[in-house]
């Protein structure tokens, strides 16, 4: 008789995900990116003892005892992924003894010194930070003290370039019906003739259509829209489903048909090839997150007890933590998408021309209220971050907008008598 299925580190970071979507409790713009959290949670989870290692390994998906091997795994993978930048960094006082064991693994450069004086390691921490997200992300989301005996952070980027580029479209044009149309934000617009790229899922809250957007370096980027009034938690869940495939591609779609921001209509074109438009905004998001708040999710609640240590694996010396947080950002523009995470623990005491001859199917897919994203990486199904778009990016006029408006109310010329 076989054992139990090993759970694949990949489908376990995954799981996180599916976990911290559930979590969600509002529909404010957000990106979280498990990937990030996953491989520390992972490797304090083999260094635990006593009921925080039971939570950190419910957490992690995966026994404590084969966590270490896994985050390994993980960090390794997106070492190997062309268009992440990743790192691991462990920082420690002179009074905080790391067991060589526990140590011994990690990849090169991975263990600094802690100074033990705020000013001088926080400097430090933040260029660590910029450096490994490209500047995306300026600061450690922890904040150092003099009590602070050791940092855990993992720093992940991901940058890709649309294999098909959108067109910057302006501000946004016509009234539209989605909550957006009042606003005045930076739109994108794209014709494809791949209309397999959408497809529509039934799911348990209402049907999702998902926009499949290809980038370069092996990323895609999925855009997930609901039915309007449906929670930013029941569209990503949804999302999670539509996102493989699952549901009608855009070829089995049938002229008259509508879902979510979607409409099915023929229209007369010069060219003969069904064509599949798109239109959504920019957008740019930036989030903290407070891993604290969240228990079910990552197995964080009874390690910060300070009464007692629960991490023998690391150290002789008793700790518990103090603080576990997130910072992440994500930019969606007409050339490519760029995400960056950054989560670190610290342990203590985004005129009509003429009617052409032919008539063509013609999906029209229109992003003009909140919408989900998710980034993963095709071949091995990683899902990098995922995230909540509640506010387009507003838009802001080039300089010859400027210009030619400041030319069009300048005051008449009085001739001279």
């Known amino acids: 008789m076989s054992g139990p ?17 559930g979590s969600r409790t509002d529909d404010e713009s957000s990106i979280f990116c498990a990937p990030s959290a996953w491989p520390l949670l992972a490797l304090l989870a083999h260094a635990a003892d006593g009921p925080g290692r039971k939570e950190l390994e419910h957490a992690v998906g995966l026994p404590a005892a084969d966590a270490r091997t896994a985050a390994l795994e993980i960090l390794t993978s997106l070492r190997e992924m062309t268009a ?25 450069g991975t263990v600094g010194r802690l100074a033990g004086d705020p000013a001088l390691d926080a400097p430090v921490l ?54 957006w149309r009042d606003r005045r934000y930076s739109t994108l617009s794209r014709v494809s003739g ?11 809250h209402g049907e999702i259509t998902c926009l499949e957007i290809l980038g370069d370096a092996g990323i895609t980027v999925h855009l997930v829209i609901g039915e309007q009034g449906r929670s930013s938690r029941h569209v990503l869940e949804g999302g999670l489903l539509a996102r493989s495939g699952y549901g009608r591609n855009g070829s089995q779609l049938r002229v008259g048909e509508t879902a979510p921001g979607l409409l099915v209509e023929q229209v007369p074109d010069d060219e003969p090839h069904d064509r599949l438009l798109i239109q959504m905004p920019r957008f740019s998001i930036d989030a903290e ?28 010396q008793p700790s518990a933590i103090s603080q576990a947080k997130q910072s992440a950002a994500a930019h969606f523009t007409a050339k490519g998408f760029e995400a960056a995470a950054v989560t670190a623990v610290a342990r203590a005491a985004g005129g009509m021309p003429p009617t052409p001859p032919r008539r063509v199917k013609q999906i029209s897919v229109l992003l003009d209220r909140p919408f989900g994203f998710f980034a993963s990486h095709r ?14 990016e507003p838009y802001q006029p080039t300089a010859e907008e400027l210009e030619l408006s400041a030319w069009l109310l300048r005051p008449p010329m009085v001739p001279a008598h």
Not at 153 to 173: E, L, N, Q
Not at 195 to 204: C, I
Not at 379 to 392: D, H, K, M, R
């Open 289 to 316: 997150h407070d891993l604290l708040k969240y228990p079910e999710v990552f197995g964080l609640d009874t390690v910060t007890d300070t009464s007692r240590g629960h991490f023998p694996g690391i150290g002789p």
């Open 5 to 21: 299925r090993r759970v694949k580190p990949v489908d376990a970071v995954n799981r996180m995900t599916a976990r911290w979507i």
């Open 379 to 392: 071949s091995s199904g990683l899902i990098l971050a995922a995230g909540w778009v509640a506010e387009p």
């Open 194 to 204: 791949v209309m397999d790229r959408v497809n529509v899922a039934p799911t348990n």
């Open 126 to 179: 933040d260029e660590w930070v910029r450096q490994h997200t490209g500047g995306l992300i300026e600061k450690m989301p922890v904040e150092v003290d003099d009590e602070t005996l050791l940092v855990l952070a993992a720093a992940m980027s991901v940058r890709t370039t649309w294999i098909r580029p959108f067109t910057d479209f302006g501000p946004s044009r016509g009234p539209g019906d989605g909550v």
């Open 84 to 108: 992440i930048r990743s790192a691991l960094g462990v920082w420690a006082t002179e009074q905080c003894l790391l067991d060589p064991m526990w140590i011994s693994g990690l990849p090169l």
